[in-house]
């Protein structure tokens, strides 16, 4: 009698779904805060659009990219499994312990943080901030952990809800409230170093409110056709964000001026306070609260399967590479994440951590560009070709390192503690590589 093939994943996701992940990963509370950030960096409206279209094209570059590796390796974990073939398992393993460690669980702390806060603010409950966002992160977990078809309807239902709201901010924008008079120069100085300095400041915000497109590449080894349903994700998902943030930024520029926006706190607040009065600032509120959760259910949907495929690897403990046998998803992995982003979240450090996340994360996005290079000249095409490459994916991996270097300027100190984080997963590779090996090694 044969024994019973383990359980795995279950390939029960499809292109609207890959679609509705790519966008949830971008589309988070930065948009409705972060083009303030721009606004105070660049001060006119062609340069402030300017720099989200800039960040919309990087991104797409981005996307082209992707799609060719999800067609050349249509396989569990995504970026993960590209940075394992194309270089070795420990920069694979140095990006999963960066995900878990900084990049991913950081960041959902500290989204988990602003869904707590404009909760609160909404219905006017006096309780701590973090019994909220702790609860949030836990509901999300056990969702995730009831199967992918739970998890993915959840992530679906939530990002039409934030699309609704954002749809509400761009109409009340250009329709409801009277437009600011706009300079006629396009430039606020003449061309020069500082010029192109500042707009290099502008666009960190912007890139890192484009970023999370890449997550949706984690989620491979559960969508039906990889090689076609991930492309179609990551090309009109990003697309659509990119007209979805040019649109915010341009409602927001409309009605506030560009100065009026570098002064203002919460701009999205301040565009439908302008158009509906107090009722306008409580919708948009509620809907930045949905924009949020969305993006937490999208990270607690899409990471643990990096930690999945590093356990499978042999490079992580055994029982996160575990699939249960009821719901096909990898329990253990989701439940991890869920714990690491709750004990960041508790411990109030993730605004320190989210300081360290831009260089870090950016690092891995040049590699995995050149990873396409690599794999071009080791095998043939397998689906979709990057449009332009190599000046596309040579842009967009230049890109990458130029955001890494102006990071590393602008905080040096972050930068570095980040870095020793990553470096600190070297020795970790180490040990489980031993252990992986020590069974064959004794058996000799």
Known sequence: MTDP???????????????????????????????????????????????????????LLGAFAYAELAALRPEVGGQYAYLRDAYHPSVAFMYGWALLLIVQSGGMAAVAATFARYALSLIGIA??????????????????????????????????????????LLVAGATVVAPHAAPRAMLDAPLSTDLFLRFGAAMTPVMFAYGGWQTASFVSGELARPRRDLPIGLLVGIIGVIAIYVGVSFVCVRALGAAG???AATPASAVMRLALGERGARLIAAGIAISTLGFLSQSMLTAPRVYYAMAADGLFFKSVG?????????????????????????????EQILSYVVSTDFIFFGLTGLALFIFRRRQPAAGFRTPGHPFTTGIFTISCWIVVIATIVKSPIN????????????????WWRKAKNAPASTSS
Request: charge should be positive; include cysteine; hydrophobic fraction near 60%.
């Open 261 to 263: 926006l570098a002064n």
């Open 5 to 59: 093939a383990p359980p795995a994943l279950a390939r029960r996701l499809g292109a609207f779904d890959a679609t509705m992940i790519v966008m949830g990963g971008i589309i988070g509370s930065g948009i409705f805060l972060n083009p303030t950030v721009v606004a105070k960096q660049v001060h006119t409206p062609a340069l402030i659009l300017g720099a989200w279209i800039a960040g919309g094209v990087i991104a």
């Open 127 to 168: 309780v701590p901030e973090w019994t909220v966002a702790v609860g949030a992160l836990l509901i999300l977990t056990l969702i995730n952990c009831l199967g992918v078809r739970s998890g993915s309807n959840t992530q679906n239902a939530l990002m039409l809800m934030k699309l609704a709201a954002i749809a509400m």
């Open 415 to 430: 930068s570095l503690i980040g870095f020793a984080i990553l470096a600190a997963g070297l020795p970790a590779y180490a």
């Open 322 to 350: 575990r699939i249960s046998a009821k719901t096909h998803v990898p329990v253990v992995a989701i439940a991890l994440q869920g714990i690491v982003a709750i004990i960041i979240t508790v411990s109030g450090t993730y």
